[in-house]
């Protein structure tokens, strides 16, 4: 069984930069794409962004897009979510997860593996 820990979490002001880890215990890991996902308080999980096995596509949420980027070092087993311009909406639990399910890499439900998450908070 795989197991994820994510780390890079903290408290930051709107228009900061945060880079978010996640550290799978299995070389295995490298086999499967990964992603990252948030949940706010109330609301429900939603996906940020996943990348395929190889690095080799990436795929995010139209709210991240373009101030967020997802990669992996498959010799780390460890996959990275560097977001930057952050806004108080961004204000969530992140949770990493290894992607082993055939289909879309945005339903939290083709995921297993869950890390524990890490709190990003962004004040305004």
């Known amino acids: 069984q795989v197991q994820l820990v994510e780390s890079g979490g903290g408290l930051v002001q709107a228009g900061d930069s945060l880079r978010l880890s996640c550290a799978a215990s299995e070389r295995t890991f490298s086999n499967y794409a990964m992603g990252w996902f948030r949940q706010a308080p109330g609301k429900e999980r939603e996906f940020v962004a996943a990348i395929s096995w190889s690095g080799g596509s990436t795929y995010y949420a139209d709210s991240v897009k373009g101030r967020t980027t997802i990669s992996r070092n498959n010799t780390k087993n460890t996959v990275y979510l560097q977001m930057n311009s952050l806004k108080p909406e961004d204000t969530a639990v992140y949770y990493c997860?290894?992607?082993?399910?055939?289909?879309?890499?945005?339903?939290?439900?083709?995921?297993?593996?869950w890390g524990q998450g890490t709190q990003v908070t962004v004040s305004s």
């Open positions: 997860a290894v992607h082993r399910a055939s289909g879309s890499y945005r339903l939290a439900a083709l995921y297993d593996y």
